[in-house]
Every structure is written in structure tokens, then in C-alpha cells.
């Protein structure tokens, strides 16, 4: 199995072609994700992104082309896709009117586990939640919600994570966080296929980065790899000014803020 | 799998259910217009309404007062079912090995608890108003399988209405012709009184086959053959919907 696995792409995607009536969205697309990697698909708003997500997690059918997740055919046995993959949409899809705990317990009776309770508390306490874990997730703060979103993803340690724009509309904290997560995972060995449209996040997670451009792969490749497609460094002496994000962050800290009055967390920092 | 289906369909159910426990309010509401209906059409207009079957009219209206008490009551499913597509619920279940059908028929089977809550709740009311029925066991059974379908079918509308709909008031606002159809039916004049083309219409829509027997039912009277036109016209619209439901949401999440 781990031969397997090391030999195999976790994510196979050849030829992928889907159309919106006129709109021709995705006009074949390829691209593998090693296991274990972190895989960010960055294009701008509008680029097939989501599309693309969609077609893997099973919920969309392409016009053309295949996608395999875990060496099973999305098309033909989206069951057994389904059995190794989460998906964390664009939308927090947290239940609001359920508390943190209770979406979690949902989620692991849905994935038949065996102890959704021991389960929910496990990650409850993981993601900082374990305070919050008896209010009401409409009650949270965008970072919280995040964090329960992925921590329902989570459940049932699927080998494959799709994540779709993961901290757009997030405070540069709760990006952080999320960040954080994101490398833990894929430190445990979850393959990562995170889409985003912002350049700094591809460039602080991902081990590969994929440029989807008007339907089409335009480069696939390492950081450096990019790097490269561009004239050599030449070096020039440029004063160091700290952005406004150190400054912010320095000033406001770093660390999760779970409280919504913003009362500071003292003596967490995560960097 | 079959057992699967049954068990995710429960945890899901049990999920709604939570919803409408913690949000009591909608079944109250669900009653509320209904109950004002009664009390309008009991207490102002029925003194001048003659309808010719000798009774009390709390009698004759309760079955059309009843339709509408669920007309109203499954605008909730599709509000529900519409918040869980536009928040990704949806979607997010649709990518976990769960059994396909089960989400729909979780939204479903709450829709039947609190609308069977609301009757329970227009019933009690019109007893106090003076409604009465010597009607057996098997014609209350009759009663209860015959309110069973018709919010099972209009739950099933419903669903297609959360389903397809742009916005929040697009997707409640689909009641409102259901809550209107039974005003052109027999369920609160007779027909008989309705200019001739008006008449027509009523005497052939689905609403006045089921007032009638349901009202038969009630008053101990023979159904006659209507009980068999109400249950075609209940099955059409639920096998209707059913598939519409169906295929609307293999489109939208495979």
C-alpha cells in the first residue's frame, strides 16, 4: 500500500474539459499531485478553480478528459473517491445553528465512525475550539469558522484534501492559522490540492504550484522552478522597510483571536 | 447500502429536527395565519356563508383550513433546504460517502413532524372553536394518511423550490399559490354558488376532492368516488415532484 502510494499520484488529472453553455471553462487540463504534497492551483477569480475542485470531489462531471484521486476514477466510482477525500468548499459550510461539537459528531456519524464523540472532542481541542465547542458556530468569528470547516474535513483522516480559497475573507491571524494546519497535515502525510488566487499563499505552502489561466495549465512547477522563467536575479540595494502586515501583526499579535469583543491573546505566538 | 441510507437519513433527520427544536417559532407561525383564518371565517364571515350541509362551518372549514396549515408550513422546507445549498452543506455532504438520497429525505421527514405539530395545533384550536367529530378510528387513520400525502407532496414541491431557487424570498415565496389554491375550491363555500367557468376550475383542481373527503371522513358521511380522484391527484404530484426533485439534484451535486 505505501509502495503503492509512493509510486502512484494521489491526484491524476488528464485532459479535463467542462463547459457552462457557452462558457468554455476548463478547455483540457493536466496536471499529478505527488502524495503527501501540498499542490496550489492559483489563478485569478473566474480562472475554473472551483470547476476544477468540484470535477475532483465528485460533484461536477467533466465534458472531457478523466480524474483519478487515489487511483480511483472520479466519473466511474465517485463512491470510492468519496470514501478518501474531504472537501473544504469556498463557503464555510459549518451548520450555524448547531454548536461546534454537534457539527463534528455530525460528521462522524456520517462517516460511520465508530466514537464521534471522542472524535469531536479530539479536534475540538486541536483547533483551539474546546471553549467555544457548546456555542453556536453562527456565534464564531470567521477564523473560528474556518478552523471548525476544517476540522469537519478532517474527520475520518481522508488521504486527499481539497481546499477551495481556504482563507479568502480570513484576518491575516486566522490566515496564519490556517496556514499552520495546512503544513501539519501534509507533514502527517494528507496530500494537499488547495486553489487560491492570492500569490503569497502558493508561495509560503505550496511544494508545487500550478498556474490555471483561461482554462488551460499555463506553468506547473517548484517555486524555484517558476523562478527561473524569469530573467536571473540581478541585485540591487533596497532600504528594508517593514510591510504593513508585520506591522499589524506585531501590534495585534499573532496568535488565534477566538474572542469577538477582540480582546488580545497575551503570550501566544505561533511563529 | 440500504441500511446505510436508513442510518445516514436518521442522523440527518436528527439534524433538522435540532433546527426546528431550537426555532420552535416556525411550527407556531406555521399555525398562526391558519388559526386567523379560522377565526375570521368562523367569526365574521361564516354567519353569512350558507353551505347547505347542516353542521357547524368550523365543521365544513377545518379540512381546507388544514391544507393550508401545510401549504404554509412547508415554505420552511424550502427556506432550509435553500440555506443549506447556498452555505455549501450541501455540497459538503455531497463529497462525503454518504447515501445520495438521504439528505433530501432528512429535509423531508422533518417537514412531515412539524407540519403533523401544526395540525395537531389548528386541530386543538378549532376543538375549542367547537369543531366536533364522532368520525371511527379508521376514518382519523383515513384522515391522517390522506394529510401524510398531501404534505409529503407538497414537501417534495417544496424541496424542487429550495433547490432551484436564486434567493431566500424566492424560495419561501413558493407557498403562496398553494396557499391560495384552496380559496377556489369547495373549502369554504359550496361551488354551486361560483359563476360558471370559476366553478369549473374549482370543482377540477386537487384542492376540492381532498377537502371533500377529508370532510366526509370527518362527518361520517360515504366518500363516495372522490376519495379516489384526491388519491390520483395526491400520487400524480408527489411522483411529479419526486422526479423533478430527483433529477434537479443529481444536476446540481452529481
Redesign the interface.
Known sequence: MTTDQALHPAIRVQGIEKSFKDLHVLRGVDFDVMPGSIFALLGSNGAGKTTLV?IL?????PDAGTATVNGHDTGTE??RV??S???T?????V????TGR?NLV??A????LPRPDAVAGALLERFDLAEAAHRRAGTYSGGMRRRLDIA?SLIGNPRVLFLDEPTTGLDPQARNEVWRTIRQLAGQGTTVLLTTQYLDEAEQLADRIAILHQGIIIQNGTLAELKQLLPAATVEYVEKQPSLEDVFLALVGSGPDDRPSGAPAPGKDHR | MST?AL??TG??TG?SL??IL??PDTIITTAVTPVAMMLLFVYVFGGAIITGSGGSYVNYLLPGILLITVASGVAYTAYRLFLDVK???V????????ARPSILWAHVLTSLAANLAAIAIVIGVAALMGFRSGASLAAWLAVAGILVLFTLALTWLAVVAGLTAKTVDGASGMSYPLIFLPFISSAFVPTATMPGPVAWFAENQPVTPIVDTLRALLAQEPVGTGIWTALAWLAGILAVAYAAAAAIYRRK??
Open positions: 468540484k470531489s465528485t460533484l461536477l462531471k465517485p463512491a468519496r470514501e477525500i474531504s472537501l468548499g469556498q463557503f464555510t459550510a451548520d450555524d445553528v448547531l454537534e455530525l460528521v456519524r456520517l462517516r460511520h469537519m | 446505510h442510518r445516514d442522523v440527518l439534524r435540532r433546527h431550537r426555532s452555505g455549501g452543506i455540497e459538503r455532504l455531497g463529497s462525503m460517502p454518504i451535486v452529481g
